[in-house]
């Protein structure tokens, strides 16, 4: 506590000069976009910086994968000339990441990655040789080392990187997006249970984040675009008067909107379902240590369609937790002493590019 | 934190930051040097003109007769100079021959001999005379008293007057050594 304390003080007096921070940018990749945000440190804390969104052309990235390498050099050059990025921090797409436990016994273990690696095969699809994999300790004894561990096919990094490298932009991290968006939403220090519920455009990621650790994730192809795609065909309207509509009305229960409620409950009731099914994996299954899982303390929503009208009171409901619209703010600025840009409902979709571009401040 | 970015980036990253490191410090060593040199310069510009101004009166005076009272003063104090040199050295070596000689008599004496009084004296041509008084027990015993004397190498001569002898005991005694 003094300690921190001190060291913020002596930073405050004494920052670390720009060249050495390499302040870098968090930067989202999906299939059809790509945001940036960039966070500052100031003697008033972190502020915003520059922040914004880039289309990508569709058959650039498919499910996480690098299919046209050259098209998205180009959309990181543009970015690079227009904006000044040249160090970044990049969130991985959950559907290349393996997220696994695993127990390690001390007994002989000399180095854990070594450990680590001996075991790689038993839990994911790849040879070790051709994995990249990253730990977290979970918990720790005199007998057992718990460890959270993320592996991903080293093709795909290389990939990555590779257009980066053409791009003249440095990598600092690759991060999982679970991560990302923890680190945004969840107060720094919080060791609690909590799911996160990203409905993004294209998708949904599920994430349970437990003692601040990603500790499980899944991926569900349903997004605000399949909603908005739902109410055009039902309604048929143009894309922009569903979009309209689905931002107006929502899921709200009202003699009004009776027709658009149940159009939309088809493709929510799947997230909530698929929401169920991670809940009750989380109750009924034992830790590392034999022991209940914590209960999930608070359901959080992010993502571009998380503030839809009613969304949080259904599946607050049906689901039997408390759930609640994130503040992606949380570890970046006081909102009550400061408004930020980003309007509330834009900043839910900024959720792990803020996280990311967080990672500059906590240790790498 | 998972990173899951390969570890050969991990170390390309530490060896980038220890460069940066090194040229923030080798940047900011330069400008500590840079802005000491400067405000170091007027200072040394002043000493260094002050240095040259003097070196060039000290070669002037240097170059300058000296006027002829100064310099019946330097010979004056060169001379004193010289007799005070003289005179420490005289005073160092005061006692050095007669403690010699002294200490020679005193081991030939035999111990029913007794001695009152030895007299010391520098003569010319360097001849060191030394007179020695006492008592001896009988004549044998003073004949064997000069006989040691006569022996002893540092002596060049050893003179008994015969009017020492006149008494048969309990002789006072008068000898006189000349010392080489």
């Known amino acids: ?184 939403v969840i107060k720094k220090g919080d060791k609690g249970t909590y799911m996160i519920v990203d409905f993004g455009r294209t998708r949904a990621g599920i994430f349970i984040i437990s003692e601040g650790v990603a500790v499980f994730t899944s991926t569900l192809n349903l997004g605000g675009d399949m909603l908005t795609g739902m109410i055009k065909k039902n309604f048929n309207v143009t894309t922009e008067e569903a979009e309209q509509m689905k931002k107006k009305f929502g899921l709200q229960r009202n003699s009004d909107n009776r027709e658009i409620f149940s159009v939309l409950l088809n493709s929510v009731s799947v997230l909530r379902d698929e929401m169920m099914k991670n809940l009750l994996y989380w109750q009924t299954h034992k830790d590392e240590y034999g022991k209940d899982h914590p209960p999930v303390e608070k359901i959080l929503l992010t993502g571009g369609d998380a503030n839809l009208i009613g969304l949080a009171e259904y599946f607050s409901i049906s689901t039997k937790n408390k759930v609640e619209v994130g503040n992606v703010w949380t570890n970046i600025t006081d909102t009550g002493n400061s408004t930020p840009e980003i309007t509330f409902n834009k900043s839910l979709t900024f959720a792990a590019a803020l996280g990311l571009a967080l990672g500059d401040f906590e240790y790498d | 934190m998972i990173n899951l970015i390969p570890n050969e980036e991990k170390k390309k990253k530490v060896l980038d930051f220890y460069f940066r490191l090194s040229v923030v410090f080798l940047m900011v060593l330069g400008s500590a040097m840079i802005i000491a040199s400067v405000s170091i310069l007027p200072s040394y510009l002043l000493s260094s003109v002050k240095k040259n101004t003097n070196i060039a009166k000290l070669e002037s005076i240097k170059n300058t007769p000296l006027p002829q009272d100064d310099q019946k003063t330097l010979l004056a104090v060169s001379d004193l100079n010289n007799r005070l040199t003289m005179i420490e050295n005289g005073d160092k070596n005061k006692y050095l021959v007669s403690e010699n000689v002294i200490s020679e008599i005193i081991l030939r004496k035999m111990s029913d001999i007794k001695i009152t009084q030895i007299s010391y004296s520098n003569g010319t041509n360097q001849d060191r005379t030394i007179l020695v008084n006492g008592y001896a027990p009988s004549r044998d015993r003073l004949l064997l008293f000069k006989q040691a004397l006569v022996n002893d190498p540092k002596f060049k001569s050893v003179d008994l007057p015969i009017s020492n002898f006149i008494k048969g005991s309990n002789i006072s005694f008068s000898l006189t050594l000349l010392a080489k």
């Open chain 1, 1 to 184: 506590m003094f300690l921190d304390s001190f060291n913020r003080f002596f930073f405050r007096l004494f920052p670390i000069p720009k060249f050495l921070v390499t302040s870098s940018f968090g930067l989202d990749i999906s299939d059809e976009s790509l945001k940036f945000v960039e966070l500052i440190a100031t003697n008033n804390g972190i502020k915003l910086g520059k922040y914004g969104e880039r289309k990508i052309p569709i058959g650039i990235i498919e499910a996480g994968k690098i299919k046209d390498s050259k098209g998205l050099e180009n959309v990181l050059t543009t970015l690079r000339k227009e904006e000044g990025i040249k160090f970044v921090r990049v969130s991985l797409p959950e559907e290349q990441v393996y997220l696994f436990k695993l127990n390690l016994d001390k007994a002989g273990l000399i180095n854990v990655r070594e450990g680590i690696e001996l075991s790689l095969e038993e839990h994911i699809p790849i040879q070790a040789q051709e994995a990249i994999f990253d730990y977290e300790t979970l918990k720790e004894d005199d007998q057992k080392l718990a460890l959270q561990i993320g592996a991903i096919p080293q093709n795909i990094i290389e990939n990555y990187l590779l257009v980066f490298r053409n791009s003249l932009i440095s990598v600092q991290s690759f991060e999982l997006e679970a991560q990302a968006i923890s680190r945004s």
